[in-house]
């Protein structure tokens, strides 16, 4: 089986690159060890529609994103599957999260979606300006969010090693570099 744990978000606009940053932090940090199975990480960024055949490739997905919950808290961690979403959760908060949500619903409407599971955190929304910089609230629903994601794939029977310690702040230094190594 093949496994993808895909990061979507906006690295450029604080919290919510979080999706791209845990991703680059899971890949770095872990090992996946199985004979039957396959784990990809991918740090998906801003692509939505551009990443159909990938997505489609894979038997799982599970996605790293941030989230808008009715009444929620900047640092909330929500984890669900994409056909089974609270009705307080919605995508309809930045730009690349809007164009996320109409990607996977296009692939279901093909019948191509593997099942999907979504780790989410309500981010703090910058608006226009531009940073780097998480904020604390989010850098601590992190460390929730790895051990959702790590479980999810241990439940395949796979075996997730440390390779690495490293923590999502140092890794969040060059995220951005990843695509010109």
Same mark, same amino acid.
């Given at each position: 089986?093949?496994?993808?744990?895909?990061?979507?978000?906006?690295?450029?606009?604080?919290?919510?690159?979080?999706?791209?940053?845990?991703?680059?932090? @899971?890949?770095?940090? !872990?090992?996946? +060890?199985?004979?039957?199975?396959? *784990?990809? $990480?991918? =740090? %998906?960024?801003?692509?939505?529609?551009?990443?159909?055949? @990938?997505?489609?490739? !894979?038997?799982? +997905?599970?996605?790293?994103?941030? *989230?808008? $919950?009715? =009444? %929620?808290?900047?640092?909330?961690?929500?984890?669900?599957?994409?056909?089974?979403?609270?009705?307080?959760?919605?995508?309809?908060?930045?730009?690349?999260?809007?164009?996320?949500?109409?990607?996977?619903?296009?692939?279901?409407?093909?019948?191509?979606?593997?099942?999907?599971?979504?780790?989410?955190?309500?981010?703090?929304?910058?608006?226009?300006?531009?940073?780097?910089?998480?904020?604390?609230?989010?850098?601590?629903?992190?460390?929730?969010?790895?051990?959702?994601?790590?479980?999810?794939?241990?439940?395949?029977?796979?075996?997730?090693?440390?390779?690495?310690?490293?923590?999502?702040?140092?890794?969040?230094?060059?995220?951005?570099?990843?695509?010109?190594?």
């Amino acid at each position: 089986m093949k496994i993808l744990v895909l990061g979507i978000g906006n690295i450029l606009f604080g919290d919510e690159g979080i999706g791209p940053h845990l991703a680059n932090l @899971i890949d770095e940090k !872990y090992e996946f +060890v199985s004979d039957e199975h396959v *784990v990809d $990480v991918l =740090d %998906g960024g801003t692509l939505a529609q551009r990443l159909i055949p @990938i997505i489609t490739d !894979y038997d799982n +997905v599970l996605l790293i994103d941030c *989230v808008n $919950v009715a =009444d %929620g808290e900047v640092g909330d961690v929500y984890s669900f599957d994409f056909n089974d979403v609270p009705e307080c959760i919605t995508w309809n908060g930045s730009a690349h999260e809007v164009e996320m949500l109409q990607t996977l619903q296009m692939i279901e409407m093909l019948g191509d979606l593997p099942p999907t599971k979504i780790v989410g955190v309500i981010p703090y929304v910058i608006g226009e300006n531009s940073t780097f910089s998480m904020t604390a609230e989010v850098l601590k629903a992190s460390l929730t969010m790895e051990q959702v994601i790590t479980k999810y794939i241990e439940d395949f029977g796979v075996k997730v090693l440390i390779k690495k310690n490293t923590t999502l702040e140092e890794v969040s230094k060059y995220t951005y570099l990843k695509g010109t190594q």
